[in-house]
């Protein structure tokens, strides 16, 4: 008993070491000098701290790692994922951006913490997958597919379409549990399935009622920010109009993953974006395997693979009122605007 006890001291700490050093790392390693910034013209209220651009994308490291593993899936097995490297490229990018978020200013406590909670979930969420899916998970894949297999395709998919506009926590892990009880297993590898993703799906679910207690704590984050325009302003029901004077439009507008495509609208309308939330930077995504040059208005911090994928993911960081450019630049059929990460 005390030799398993031991061991059972020595996992934990081996646990709490595996999530401490990369918060440790990014907390005292990966600083940035603050710089001068320019003050908002148009937007003077609730405007939201311009640091945040380059804080949110972590968060979205985890969305992207499940479009991967729902890729992987289509085409393979839960063992196929490179989960490793998912960790590192959540860590690695929390680092580089963290860097870049300190010369705009404090991101504020919640953003820290709230990337170093997620980050350390997703870490021992990929590790775990990882032990299992590689040893015993690889075995029973062996045997022919199972309808449970294809449940849990279809429950990546659907979560990783999910997460793009809705909090993980927030996610009904057990309908999911009902449709993998309810489908015939075949051989030894349906069963296999079953517990295994009941087990997972079920402690998820667990997991997500103390996160959204802990968030319900925070209270919740606006949904909408406000946007100052020049030029024409398309008519959309996602568009409120505020005020116009000369040639500004002050408009309030959805957040998250809703704003990508109104921003694109708004570019295809003619307009051109002077501030958003008060602020005149922000972080672009796109998705291409073309050389990207950065210019005077906008400028590349990183170039990432991305999992499951054969494109790579550049992040841009742009000046607001260079967006419609960034959006000129595309190449269709070549590049893709993936996402643009607000505050």
Known sequence: MKRFLKWVGLALLGLILIIALPILWVETLCR??????AQAQFITQDTRPEARTYM???????????????????????????????????????????????????????SKATIYTIGASFTLEMLFKAAYEETIGRLFALAAPSPQDGVEADMAQDYATFLQQTPWYKYDFPTWSDTLWQAEPVGLRGWERRLALSLEWGA??????????????LGADELTMQVA????????????????????????VPRYRIFTTLAQQIAQAGG?????????????????????????DSKVISRLPRIGF????????????????VFENLTPGTD??????DY
Do not use: M
């Not at 667990?206 to 704590?217: F, R, T, V």
């Not at 030029?231 to 109009?241: A, S, T, W, Y």
């Not at 974006?273 to 073309?290: H, K, M, Q, Y």
């Not at 054969?310 to 967006?323: H, M, N």
């Open 229 to 252: 325009l020049r030029g024409p302003v398309p008519d959309l029901p996602e568009i409120e109009i505020l005020s116009q004077s000369d040639d500004i439009t002050i408009a309030e």
């Open 32 to 37: 940035g000098t603050a710089l001068p910034q």
């Open 56 to 110: 949110v994308y972590p968060e979205w490291h985890i969305v992207y790692a499940y479009e991967g593993y729902a890729a992987a899936l289509k085409t393979g097995h839960p063992h196929d994922f490179p989960y490793v490297k998912a960790i590192t490229g959540f860590w690695s990018s929390a680092c580089a951006l963290t860097k870049k978020a300190d010369e705009l200013g404090d991101a504020g406590f919640n």
């Open 204 to 217: 998820k679910t667990q997991y997500a009622k103390l996160i959204a207690s802990a968030a319900a704590g």
């Open 310 to 325: 054969e494109e790579d993911r550049i992040l841009l960081a742009t000046k607001v009122s260079a967006l419609h450019l």
């Open 336 to 341: 893709q605007l993936e996402h643009i990460y």
């Open 272 to 296: 051109q974006f002077v501030e958003i939330a008060g602020n005149d930077d922000i972080l672009v995504s796109i998705l291409t395997n073309r050389a990207w040059q950065s210019n005077a």
